[in-house]
């Protein structure tokens, strides 16, 4: 999993609320557990005037030129600003993966989906969740080209006039991002206890591990 540490990005403004996870990555896609490869489809139904289906080839697809993400001003956005009770619906863990695969590293909204927040940390994506109001602030400011800077170790949001907006993060998420720690990295950085335990295991009830 990438390192969350500070990120200088381009914002593209999603103003909409309880977007799903099906709309996220609609359900065709879910037949994978690569973890790769869901950018091309992230949003598919609403970015492709056609039906998407895994292996197609994304390059020769009608675009819907009306949404956010085909305008040509927020390619390479790297932060997602949008509204309340994003990610919510089905739990599928391939919605971050999109978002990830796409080039999302951030996500602002007045809140989220519960499970969909977890995911989110669990694949190095920095879910912020602001009062509406700011939120309000943040899309009325947003003009082509607007960018923020979001330093998770000092829990900021920095405007381009300058404004400083603070942020929740939960210390142990924190950790786990700085440090670019998922579930399974987590638990190799024991891995020297857990191969004693295994090996004294062994010498104790060897019949467990006869083959």
């Not at 037949?31 to 091309?40: L, V, Y």
């Not at 598919?44 to 009306?66: A, F, L, Q």
């Not at 309000?136 to 907006?165: A, C, H, M, W």
Request: aromatic share 12%.
């Amino acid at each position: 999993m990438r390192a969350f540490t500070k990120i200088d990005a381009l914002v593209a403004p999603l103003d909409r609320a309880n977007v799903d996870t099906d709309a996220i990555i609609p359900k065709q896609f879910l037949k994978s557990i690569r973890r790769a490869g869901f950018g091309p489809f992230l949003f598919d139904e609403w970015r492709y005037m056609d039906h998407g289906e895994p292996d197609m080839d994304c390059t020769n697809r009608p675009i819907n030129p009306d949404f956010v993400l085909n305008k040509p001003e927020y390619k390479g956005a790297e932060l997602l600003l949008t509204r309340e009770n994003f990610g919510c619906g089905s739990s599928r863990e391939h919605a971050p993966w999109a978002l990830e695969d796409f080039g999302f590293r951030a996500i602002i909204a007045p809140s989220f989906a519960d499970i969909f927040y977890n995911n989110c940390f669990k694949n190095g994506i920095l879910p912020i969740v602001l009062d509406a109001a700011i939120v309000d602030d943040l899309f009325n400011e947003l003009t082509e080209g607007y960018r923020l800077t979001v330093d998770l170790d000092s829990q900021k949001i920095v405007t381009p006039s300058g404004r400083e907006i603070a942020f929740e993060v939960d210390a142990n998420r924190k950790f786990r991002l700085l440090n670019g720690l998922d579930d399974i990295a987590l638990t190799l950085q024991h891995a020297d206890q857990i191969h004693a335990y295994e090996t004294e295991r062994a010498k104790r009830a060897p019949w467990l591990f006869a083959s």
